[in-house]
Each structure stands twice: as structure tokens, then as C-alpha cells.
């Protein structure tokens, strides 16, 4: 019994140390670091994704939406004219916000009601 | 005015918040912003991933209008802090993405005696409304006695949401929350506006009134203090799933070892992607099949074919490997196929989250 007990205390302790060990190694280590020491630093399949790592990661939550998905945001960047001022600044950030990368700022009053600085 | 959470709501609420004048601003959001929060929280930059959320608010709110006094809360909102932190304001923002936090926040107000202007998007679709503002206005309890199953509490980081549908319901809530303030118009209280993107439609319903038998601000109330909501719901204050042990250990195998295997043996095993085939098209490994977890049953016929093809005329049966988003899905799958017949099935822990984490970094993650 005291034997067993004795025995039982010694692989607990291991265990003990080798899990401490472990958290420590987790919390010392940059996660840049972790890349290059990943078994697979550079794994050699290449996977299939149409957008980039960051594009995906930036474009994510409308990325899994059935109503945009990648093929509306692949179709989002082109060419978005919008005048200038207030209204059209929050429509521009919101507009590069989900990927319409090129927006020329132009001019346009036609919607513009007179006495409203927009 | 105290916003609870700093994502998408949270963004243009308070710079239109900031822009009007309000005196005080406090913003309570425990995470660091990710790159991939930036697609509709446009009030953080990205040279600022990997900072404070609340702090980033803040500076936001401070360089659009000095004026304002702006404070940062960098903590969860909790059921010990919740009290205390909404004391010095006159009426708090519901800018959240889960029911947990909906519930503390609304207990919290109703205890304070403070009206809650709440919103949530989630895909194409919003709803805002203000809740507890007069005697006969219902509170979240009134409307939602008890949390849903965690299964159905549909998340942004599970559904996907396009960045512009919380930034019209943030807007929406500012603007309430300014006219409360101001006292001015009809506050959106017993009524909600539920906006659909889709269909461009702003739609209002009428709200029940005050529930006298809500257990938070009925007329005799059960709840005197804060309560442990992540019991109470069943789910953390997060919109992060939690992962599933629903196999048994030796089931799994972790991305490292299925790499090393797939090095070796490149194709003598089935890899069966089981994410909607939207995710599927975002990125995948190349030479994964994709069955969607729904379509496991009917497409059996399928399997069967691709694992034959797979045996090149030796008697071993092919093993298959089940791979989702994060490993919860594929453990579905595996227990569905055993269930179907087939005895070599493993799960890669993680799923392709995993994956690009601990084999390959160049694998996109969303």
C-alpha cells in the first residue's frame, strides 16, 4: 500500500513537471517563433483558396455568408465613384471596409440638396 | 452614455455619439482587436491589431471630438464590475454579440434603474429597440424569459454579418439614445425596428408591455442582484464556440501527425471537408472532397465510390478523415458515418483552424 502510494506520488510529480514545463514553454514562446519551429514550417501543399491569407482573414464574417460569400467579395473590387463630404465619408469607409479597394473621390451634386453641406 | 462591447455596433454609435456632444463616454470591452474585426468595426485602424479594443475606441472618440470625456474599460463586463462601472452613466448601449452579456447588461440596467438602448446584426439583418425607459416599457427578461438553446444562439463568427448592417443599427441606437437624452421625439421603447439588408426594409412592431411577473422588473421581482449568467445561459459571454468532446480520444488525430501521414501516404485515405460548401470555396486543402455535414446521408453512395477509388486494388479499407472549421462539425460527421457503417473513420482536432496554426501558416484563416 505505502509502496504504491510512494510510486502513485512519483508519477504525479513527473507529470507535474512535465506539464509545467510545457506552460511555461507556451508562455514564453513568440508566436513568430512557433512557425519556425512547427514541424511543417513550409508545408509543401499549397492550399486552394482563390483569396489571400489576409484577404481571407480581413474579409472573413461576409466571406461565410451565403448572401456575399467569396464570389461577391471577389466581384467587389471595382470602380465606386462618390462625391465628396460627411454622407459619402461614411459611406467610403464603409464601402473600403468590405473590400471596394478602389474609390475615386469625384464630385457629384445630383443628389445633393442645396443648403445642406454634406 | 456607456457602451458595453467595442465591435460593430459599438463603432458608429460612438462617433456619432462623439460628434453630438455627449458629455461622457465609457466603452467596456475586454479583447484586442483582430484583423478579422475590421471589416465592420471601422473605428479601429489596422496598425492597432493586437491592441485594446476599448482603448482604440477611445482615442477614436477623443480625436473626432476632444470635448468629450471618454473612458476606456479594458475588463469583462461581469456580474462583479457591472454595477459599478454603469453607475456614473445616465443610460447604457447594448453593443454586444451574445446572449449571455444581453442578459447582464439588461439585469444590470433594470437593478440601476438606467434605460438600455440595445442592437444586435447578425448576417443580413438588424433589430434595435430601448428597453426599461418607462414604467410599462418590458425589459430583455419581459421579451425573452429564457435563453435559447445554446444551439440556436447564431453568432457572427459563426453566420458571418456584411460590416454595414451594424453600422446602420449603431447609428439607429445613437440617434435613440440622443433623443432620450434630449428628450425629444418618440423613443423607440415597446417598439422594435427590425431592418432587413437583403430587401432594404425597415420594419417596426410593437412591443408587449412591461411583464408584471418578470422576474427583474416585475412587480415582485425574484432577481434582487446579479446572477451567474454564464450558468443561467449556458454559454460564455463570448461569440466563440466552445469546443466539443463528443469522440472518444483515440478517434482524433492531432494536424501534425495527419500531416506527417498525408507526407507519406498521400492517397491512400479520403479527407471529407464537411463545412457548407461556401467555406469549402474560401480555402481548403487540396486534395480534401467536400460533403457538407447535411448531405453526409444522402451522399453516401458517393463516399463508398471515392474510398474504392482509394484501395488501388489491395484489400485494406481506406481510412477516412473528417476535417470542419474548428473540429466540432467533423466530429458530427465521424459519429455519423460509424453510424453508417464505416469503421476507419478519425477526426482532425481543430479542424483547418488547426491546421493553418500548427502545420501550415500559410493557410487562410477566417
Not at chain 2, 67 to 75: F, H, L, M, N, R
Not at chain 2, 355 to 362: G, N, S, Y
Request: glycine share 6%.
Amino acid at each position: 500500500m505505502y509502496a504504491a502510494l510512494l510510486a502513485e506520488n512519483a508519477t504525479l510529480k513527473s507529470k507535474v513537471a512535465e506539464l509545467e514545463a510545457r506552460l511555461q514553454h507556451l508562455e514564453t514562446k513568440a508566436p513568430v517563433e512557433s512557425y519556425s519551429n512547427a514541424p511543417f514550417p513550409d508545408f509543401p501543399k499549397s492550399p486552394i483558396a482563390p483569396l489571400s491569407k489576409v484577404e481571407v482573414e480581413r474579409y472573413g464574417r461576409q466571406l461565410i455568408m451565403r448572401e456575399i460569400g467569396a464570389s461577391g467579395t471577389c466581384n467587389m473590387p471595382l470602380k465606386v465613384c462618390f462625391g465628396l463630404g460627411g454622407f459619402h465619408s461614411t459611406l467610403r469607409r464603409d464601402l473600403t471596409s468590405v473590400g471596394t479597394l478602389k474609390i475615386l473621390p469625384v464630385l457629384c451634386c445630383c443628389f445633393r440638396p442645396k443648403k445642406v453641406d454634406c | 452614455m456607456l457602451l458595453v462591447g467595442a465591435g460593430g455596433l459599438a463603432s458608429s454609435a460612438a462617433l456619432y455619439l462623439a460628434g453630438a456632444g455627449v458629455g461622457r463616454i465609457g466603452v467596456v470591452d475586454f479583447d484586442d482587436i483582430e484583423l478579422s474585426n475590421l471589416q465592420r468595426q471601422i473605428i479601429h485602424l489596422p496598425r492597432n491589431v493586437g491592441t485594446s479594443k476599448a482603448e482604440s475606441a477611445v482615442r477614436a472618440i477623443r480625436d473626432y471630438n476632444p470635448e468629450v470625456d471618454a473612458i476606456a474599460y479594458k475588463c469583462h463586463f461581469t456580474s462583479q464590475n457591472a454595477m459599478e462601472i454603469v453607475k456614473p452613466y445616465d443610460l447604457v448601449l447594448d453593443c454586444t454579440d451574445n446572449v449571455t452579456s444581453r442578459y447582464l447588461i439588461n439585469d444590470a440596467c433594470v437593478l440601476s434603474g438606467k434605460p438600455l438602448v440595445s442592437g444586435s446584426a447578425l448576417r443580413m439583418e438588424g433589430q434595435v429597440t430601448v428597453y426599461h425607459l418607462y414604467k410599462d416599457t418590458p425589459c430583455y427578461r419581459c421579451m425573452f424569459k429564457e435563453p435559447p438553446p445554446k444551439a440556436a444562439q447564431g453568432t457572427c463568427s459563426n453566420e458571418g454579418v456584411l460590416g454595414v448592417v451594424p453600422g446602420i443599427i449603431g447609428c439607429l441606437q445613437a440617434l435613440e439614445s440622443i433623443k432620450i437624452l434630449s428628450q425629444s421625439g418618440q423613443p423607440l421603447a415597446s417598439r422594435m425596428i427590425l431592418f432587413d439588408a437583403m430587401s432594404a426594409t425597415f420594419r417596426t412592431f410593437k412591443l408587449r408591455s412591461r411583464d408584471k411577473n418578470c422576474a427583474i422588473c416585475g412587480d415582485s421581482p425574484s432577481i434582487t442582484a446579479l446572477i451567474d449568467y454564464e450558468a443561467f445561459c449556458g454559454a460564455s459571454a463570448n461569440d466563440k464556440p466552445t469546443p466539443l468532446a463528443l469522440i472518444k480520444p483515440a478517434q482524433h488525430i492531432v494536424p501534425t501527425d495527419y500531416a506527417a501521414l498525408l507526407l507519406q501516404h498521400p492517397d491512400d485515405h479520403l479527407l471529407l471537408d464537411v463545412r457548407p460548401a461556401l467555406q469549402f470555396d474560401i480555402c481548403a486543402l487540396p486534395h480534401a472532397v467536400n460533403i457538407p455535414l447535411p448531405e453526409i446521408d444522402s451522399r453516401i453512395e458517393e463516399i463508398k465510390t471515392l474510398l474504392e477509388s482509394r484501395t488501388h486494388g489491395s484489400n485494406l479499407s481506406p481510412a477516412i478523415y473528417t476535417i470542419c472549421r474548428r473540429g466540432n462539425d467533423s466530429q458530427r460527421a465521424l459519429l455519423k458515418l460509424e453510424a453508417l457503417g464505416f469503421n476507419s473513420v478519425k477526426n482532425i482536432t481543430g479542424g483547418v483552424a488547426a491546421w493553418a496554426q500548427e502545420v501550415d501558416p500559410k493557410f487562410p484563416t477566417y
